[in-house]
């Protein structure tokens, strides 16, 4: 299985501020014949399932705020959100499809320093 | 709106069954695979299973093959988690999610809120 491996565990940043969260698999996810990073990012608030903020590592989900953004390829993978709004707490994960079994992240936990 | 409603959840002893339930709405259900997922503070979330648009393709994780089947009824937009010989380390949160396409592997466009399965005597 592809083991994905979130750092941190835990972040707390300045509301207006900028959060970076990192997601490393264990290989590679990108796609040769296609050229995609088969990567996506949710958001999971208290008491809600999972919501799809990102895709294919860089593509953003309908509705979601053009603050939060996605990047990388292959191996290493990152979750910005420019300005952090207190509406952006909660966990985020990331999540691999390149192949079943699709794996998680452990999870990183955002909130207001 | 999308809406994906789970249902059947419930306290049960280790070694009994369950049928789980997911009622899907708002998007045509039969040009989507469908997938069951569950998550635990311990192990985080976790892929369990999925059935292709059809019915044609299915997958199991090694944790639950052999034990749990999954269907689909694409009439009544209707997927179903058969749960035999149920273990304490089956507890948790079990969720439906929305596919972005027919088959394979994939990312999870919606997913449901979720039914709570315990399994402890």
């Known amino acids: 299985d592809i083991v994905m491996t979130q750092s941190p565990d835990s972040l707390a940043v300045s509301l207006g501020e900028r959060a970076t969260i990192s997601c490393k698999s264990s290989?590679?996810?990108?796609?040769?014949?296609?050229?995609?990073?088969?990567l996506a990012w949710y958001q999971q608030k208290p008491g809600q399932p999972p919501k799809l903020l990102i895709y294919?590592?860089?593509s953003r989900a309908s509705g979601v705020p053009d603050r939060f953004s996605g990047s990388g390829s292959g191996t290493e993978f990152t979750l910005t959100i420019s300005s952090l709004q207190a509406e952006d707490v909660a966990i985020y994960y990331c999540?691999?499809?390149?192949?079943?079994?699709?794996?998680f992240g452990q999870g990183t936990h955002v909130e207001v320093k | 709106e999308v809406q994906l409603v789970e249902s059947g959840g419930k306290l049960v002893k280790p070694g009994r069954s369950l049928r789980l339930t997911c009622l899907a709405s708002?998007?045509?259900?039969?040009?989507?695979?469908m997938h069951w997922l569950r998550q635990t503070p311990e192990k985080g979330l976790e892929w369990v299973s999925s059935?292709?648009?059809?019915?044609?393709?299915?997958g199991y994780a090694v944790s639950v093959k052999g034990r749990f089947t999954i269907s689909r009824d694409n009439a009544k937009n209707s997927l179903y988690l058969e749960m035999n010989s149920l273990r304490p380390e089956d507890t948790a949160l079990y969720y439906c999610?929305?596919?972005?396409?027919?088959?394979?592997?994939?990312?999870?466009?919606?997913w449901g809120q979720g039914t709570l399965v315990t399994v402890s005597s």
């Open positions: 999610g929305k596919a972005h396409q027919r088959d394979t592997a994939t990312y999870y466009e919606a």
């Open positions: 708002g998007f045509t259900f039969d040009d989507h695979a």
């Open positions: 059935i292709s648009w059809d019915g044609g393709s299915i």
């Open positions: 290989q590679s996810v990108f796609f040769t014949s296609n050229k995609k990073d088969y």
């Open positions: 294919w590592a860089s």
């Open positions: 999540q691999h499809y390149y192949t079943f079994p699709v794996t």
